[in-house]
């Protein structure tokens, strides 16, 4: 979850404006006219590599030559299209498309939820043999104006949670990859082990684990909603209803709680992560301050894969998470952003003619091969390329075995929008801080942080 500003998730609306107009040249601003003529206009997150920007538009380039229709892209940083999607909500003078990797698990839903988007289930209808069923699953939205659960978005791209750690500092403290235990307990205990044979070194500034702690740091609701799926909670029913009245909810969530916030507390995680932000963890691990770290996309090797080919190929490397407690198989959150098209928007028919012809699987691929691994697909047919299955790639073929071979399930704003602002607000970040800060009991710390989602769960009145 990383993008070239460092941000604070809960503080979207408020940073200033740092829009940069790309193809056609058309910048934001509150006099300017949103389009010329009737022009489709695209507002899109610029890419973290400057291949996914390049690729996106060559696609809007062939289409405009094949249907002679025009475009206005504006390739805009991630704060900057969610604060400028809400302010063009509020007015009425919206975009007709919008892609927002950080709004698919935030204010996505609660747009779908306000009646503010479109219904595009005819696009994912024609592609529904093509996708991966927890792509589709993570566009069904509740639009409560209408009343109706449908498709409010467009499965673009998803991500999931790997771990990365350093090879030559394994071998410093005399272990091997094939030491690496892939039972819960041995596995996490392993990195403890490692950090006390570098620390008897003398290498005092290395730490075994990379856990966000931190309320400020979206990785730490992403690291710890994975937790809790390891440890077999399920906070929503089908209907995105709460389950947090059940005993044994409470139970699970205290014992991950627990569990998650112990590492900090025994001096294996850096006293800098409670006040991390979303790339504290990135910075920290790259300057080998960590062993190992636990991140929400492939970015760490992804920002290394051209700049550094002997880091990346050896000195880096990507595993998966261990089996879960009870022993089964890890199951992979994960996140999938999405295209949405606006219900105000008066090109609609168009903008879901483009949406059709860019997931078409040539056009899309480029794109998604542009994102050096940071995005997967969610079309399966494309994970068949030489690029994702290229063993002698360390990372991005690890990432597509984790997708090919494990279970995988959609993040639980999904099934609700009230979710979306569990996260927003950064609920578990700030039940860990309670328990590794303030010295709260992960017991007390449970019952605060479930008085709090049950609130913003009943505010929304499902």
Not at 13 to 27: D, F, K, M, R
Not at 190 to 201: E, I, S, T
Not at 290 to 300: A, G, K, Q
Not at 376 to 383: D, N, Y
């Amino acid at each position: 979850m990383k993008n070239s500003c460092d941000r604070k998730l809960a503080g979207l609306l408020l940073l200033s404006l740092t829009s940069v107009s790309c193809a056609g040249q058309t910048e934001l601003s509150a006099t300017a006219p949103l389009r010329k003529n009737d022009a489709l206009v695209i507002w899109w997150e610029r890419g973290y590599y400057a291949q996914e920007d390049e690729a996106i538009r060559t696609v809007i380039n062939q289409w405009e030559a094949k249907t002679g229709n025009s475009v206005e892209l504006s390739l805009l940083d991630q704060d900057v299209v969610l604060r400028e999607t809400q302010n063009a909500l509020q007015t009425g003078q919206v975009p007709d498309i919008v892609l927002s990797y950080e709004g698919s698990y935030t204010f996505i839903p609660t747009w779908a939820w306000n009646g503010h988007l479109a219904d595009v289930s005819s696009v994912t209808d024609s592609l529904k043999d093509s996708y991966s069923n927890s792509a589709l699953k993570s566009a069904e939205l509740y639009n409560n104006v209408a009343q109706t659960k449908t498709a409010y978005a467009v499965p673009l791209k998803q991500h999931t949670i790997h771990i990365h750690y350093w090879r030559d500092l394994l071998a410093k403290a005399g272990f091997n990859e094939t030491d690496i235990p892939t039972e819960w307990d041995a596995f996490w205990n392993f990195w403890k082990q490692a950090q006390d044979r570098l620390h008897a070194q003398g290498q005092k500034d290395v730490f075994g684990l990379g856990l966000a702690m931190s309320r400020e740091a979206s990785d730490t609701f992403a690291n710890f909603n994975q937790v809790l799926e390891a440890f077999d909670v399920q906070l929503l029913d089908n209907n995105g209803n709460l389950l947090v009245d059940n005993p044994q909810v409470h139970q699970q969530i205290t014992a991950a709680l627990d569990w998650y916030t112990q590492f900090y507390q025994e001096g294996y995680v850096p006293d800098a992560a409670i006040d991390w932000i979303d790339s504290s963890n990135n910075i920290a691990f790259l300057n080998r301050e960590l062993l190992m770290v636990v991140n929400p996309t492939l970015s760490i090797p992804g920002s290394q894969r051209e700049d550094d080919q002997d880091l990346y190929l050896n000195q880096l490397a990507t595993i998966e998470f261990p089996n879960e407690p009870d022993g089964e198989s890890p199951t992979y959150v994960v996140n999938v952003p999405q295209l949405v098209v606006l219900a105000k928007s008066p090109n609609q028919e168009m903008a879901k003619n483009f949406i059709v012809y860019l997931m078409q699987p040539d056009n899309l691929a480029p794109y998604l091969e542009g994102s050096l691994g940071r995005f997967f697909p969610v079309i399966p047919e494309l994970t068949t390329a030489p690029f994702w299955n290229n063993p002698e790639d360390p990372h991005i073929f690890m990432g597509t075995q984790q997708f090919q071979t494990r279970t995988t399930r959609a993040g639980y704003h999904s099934l609700s929008p009230a979710y979306s602002e569990v996260d927003v607000q950064n609920i578990w970040g700030q039940a860990i801080e309670s328990v590794v800060v303030d010295n709260v009991s992960p017991n007390d710390a449970t019952d605060e942080a479930l008085l709090k989602i049950q609130a913003i769960f009943a505010d929304w009145k499902r």
